[in-house]
């Protein structure tokens, strides 16, 4: 067996987002197989480590540190750290998103989207600074293999960075096992902690501008549909405007912000749901879509970039830029039981064609390709 070292930084978000969701995921799949050794790299600089880790065995080494990140950093990116000089000897590296690391050793690097290249006005400018300082392209380019999460992300390296495609395997995320279609008992019981009392469109993801909210906002009000607006998420970066723009709309009192829901409660919001509706302009690969699909929902949503390569025929896609196309796919799914139904069978079935276990067989592969 190989030794392989995990960068599991991804797994100290707070509120845990989509790439922090891959990293855990992949990992345990990873681990299951049982085919290589792993070490997981973790510096928690003032921070408590993370309660679902994968513990310690003989083929699972935990190396955990709480040096400052700045130091930290600063040692990778000048090249006077080396990452083995922490983590003793192994025989590759993965990064299960793109950071500070410097090793000799052959390094296996994800990209979950090129959002802050293609659309750097929606980032802040300390985002800019991070992604400038890491030296994306430097990172990308003396990786022994890339992996991406998606083909669209695949071409956008292709494109954006001049790297053959030889170089580059797609990865693909899946849904929790937990994201299945819920009781109704359990649905009630969510919508009533929510005050969700009328039918409902769902968003859910982190408030920011490239989720397109206010473009939703504005389908919402031309929409003929009686279902309210509920949004939920954690508030991101520059989503200022979003709620600017709820308080301008002549429908604010049928559009609900529900903050940040945790995990449990996230399959009965899906459920409970008219349609899951994600005009996003753009995506890497887009796991809320995925996890509606998963629970039975319809999907409204973008055909921007990733998303019609990840919904397929299983919802109905429309023009991020066009409120109107994004408001009659919403009253369409709203008004047509028949295509709700059907949307809903095929989002069953398109949600199992990703799995966990299948995209670790892949990666896995990857390994050996560095190593051999």
């Known amino acids: 067996m190989k030794r392989i070292a995990i960068d599991i ?83 590759a590296l993965w990064l299960p998103n793109m950071n500070f690391v410097a090793t000799e050793r052959p390094t296996v690097v994800t990209v979950h989207d090129l959002s802050f290249l293609r659309y750097p006005r929606f980032f802040t400018a300390k985002q800019r600074l991070w992604h400038n300082l890491v030296g994306v392209r430097r990172l990308l380019t003396k990786a022994s293999a890339i992996t991406a999460v998606s083909e669209h992300t695949k071409s956008d390296i292709m494109e954006t960075m001049g790297i053959p495609e030889s170089r580059i395997t797609v990865v693909y995320p899946a849904a929790g096992t937990n994201y299945v279609s819920a009781p109704e008992t359990e649905v009630n019981r969510v919508r009533a902690f929510y005050g969700l009392q009328q039918p409902y469109f769902l968003f859910l993801a982190v408030l920011e501008p490239r989720k397109n909210l206010e473009g939703l906002i504005d389908a919402f009000d031309i929409s003929k549909t009686d279902a309210d607006l509920v949004i939920a998420g954690g508030r991101g970066w520059l989503c200022e405007d979003i709620f600017r723009r709820a308080a301008r709309s002549p429908k604010k009192d ?54 019609g390569e990840v919904i397929g025929n299983a919802g109905l896609l429309a023009d991020p830029y066009d409120a109107t196309e994004i408001a009659r796919a919403m009253d369409a799914v709203a008004s047509d039981t028949h295509l709700r139904a059907i949307l809903r069978e095929r989002g069953l079935a398109r949600a199992k064609d990703f799995t966990w276990e299948k995209s670790a067989a892949v990666l896995s592969g990857v390994f050996e390709k560095v190593i051999g």
């Open 9 to 91: 930084r991804p797994l100290l978000e707070e509120r845990r987002g989509g790439v922090a969701t891959y990293t855990a995921e992949l990992t345990r799949a990873l681990i299951a197989r049982n085919d290589h050794r792993y070490a997981l790299f973790l510096n928690a600089w003032k921070r408590g480590l993370p309660t679902d880790l994968p513990v310690e065995s003989d083929k699972v080494q935990r190396r955990f540190f709480n040096y400052p990140n700045r130091l930290l950093n600063a040692g990778f990116r000048l090249g006077f750290l080396k990452l083995e000089r922490l983590m003793g000897d192994f025989d």
């Open 254 to 307: 049928r559009i609900r912000f529900i903050g940040y829901v945790p995990e449990a409660d996230k399959p009965a919001l899906y459920t409970g749901a008219v349609a899951f509706t994600y005009p996003s302009f753009y995506e890497g690969f887009g796991m809320p879509p995925l996890e509606a699909m998963a629970c039975g929902t319809p999907v409204v949503a973008s055909r921007a970039t990733s998303l």
